[in-house]
């Protein structure tokens, strides 16, 4: 990475005279463990003049890995509008060959991300994305999530799949309300299958995460339609989610066909998963409850051994409790 240039600190405003020495036990504290966060609030106070020190201490590499220093460069950085610098370090951001390091400037690289992207910095924009394809780490999602533009949508399909970058990408399609759903729905219905021809653990988490989204968002009859035959997928969670859809979107005949599913499906799934599928029957007990009265006298098979059909039957009278507690409360 370069090393700091130097600014023209007389044409900013807040440009303030201060000595060599100042500057030095500036970058001193800057990478003290005990006076970092104190520096952080005098080279703020310091201004302009501050920020080639800030520079220099975000584009070093510590050996052992420590980044707190330069994550503090990056707060005053931020709060003093200095963009060029956080544009300058995302073009030439990579990682360090060297593991311990590497973790040391994602972190890094994920706060100058966060701070960039919070300006909506046209020029940032293409920056960012450069980054997210070659290293999608959490913040850089969340940075393009902060613009809501179209072409970032691959990107955070993408990153669906990722335990680690999920969260940041699933609310950037929060951002984007509506104008998501017809990608989350081709997220949705796209299996990917594996070398031995079944779907990728990427592909299932993938899909569940965009029917969560679709679920939040709030599905139409139309949307539920195209996505009915998921309720037969192999994926437990998978399929007791196009269920939930369709008790939110679909008819009642339609809505029937999902209660009964979820009951069914509610053997095969374990906590926390089941608590969301009895909620969701509570919550629409008016129609489960024809389903649940009929599992609990047996009709509906409650697993293959002692312990899941124990499991199985205490859901079914948490279902049961709850449900006609609220359609009571309904009255």
């Known amino acids: 990475m370069s090393s700091a240039k130097n600014f023209d600190v007389a044409s900013r405003p807040t440009a303030v005279l201060v000595g060599d020495a100042t500057l030095a036990e500036l970058a001193r504290r800057l990478r003290s463990l005990r006076d970092g966060d104190v520096a952080v609030v ?3 106070a310091i201004g302009a003049p501050a920020i080639p020190i800030l520079q220099s201490v975000l584009f070093e590499r510590d050996s052992a890995g420590i980044f707190e220093s330069r994550r503090r460069a990056i707060q005053a950085l931020a709060v003093l509008k200095a963009t060029d610098v956080l544009k300058e370090f ?3 951001w990579r990682p360090a060959s060297d593991p311990v390091q590497r973790f040391g400037d994602e972190v890094v690289l994920g706060a100058a991300a966060r701070a960039l992207g919070a300006t909506l910095d046209d020029e940032a924009y293409p920056m960012l994305v450069a980054v997210a394809r070659r290293h999608p780490v959490q913040e ?4 393009l999530g902060y613009y809501r533009r179209a072409e970032s949508i691959p990107l955070l399909a993408a990153a669906l799949a990722n335990d680690f970058t999920r969260p940041a990408a699933e609310q950037a399609f929060r951002l984007f309300g509506q104008t998501a759903i017809p990608t989350l729905m081709r997220v949705a219905s796209n299996v990917g299958a594996n070398l031995s021809g079944r779907e990728a653990q990427s592909s299932i988490r993938r899909r569940r995460s ?10 139409t009859r139309e949307l539920w339609q195209r996505l009915r035959e998921l309720v037969e997928d192999s ?3 998978i399929a007791a989610l196009a ?17 009964y599913r979820l009951v069914a ?3 095969r799934v ?38 899941d059909r124990a499991r199985f039957k205490r859901s079914l009278r948490r279902v049961k409790a709850l449900g006609s507690a609220r359609l009571d409360a309904r009255d």
């Open 235 to 237: 994926d437990v969670e």
């Open 140 to 143: 850089v999602i969340e940075a």
């Open 210 to 219: 965009a029917l969560k989204l679709i679920l939040e968002l709030g599905p």
């Open 243 to 259: 269920c939930r859809i369709g008790l939110t979107a679909a008819g009642d005949t339609a809505g029937r066909e999902c209660a």
């Open 90 to 92: 995302i073009r030439e």
């Open 270 to 307: 374990r906590w926390p998963f089941n608590r969301e599928i009895e909620d969701c029957l509570s919550d629409n007990f008016a129609i489960a409850c024809e389903f649940v009265d009929r599992a609990l006298s047996g009709e509906i098979d409650g697993g293959v051994n002692d312990i």
């Open 265 to 267: 499906l509610l053997r």
């Open 42 to 44: 005098e080279a703020i």
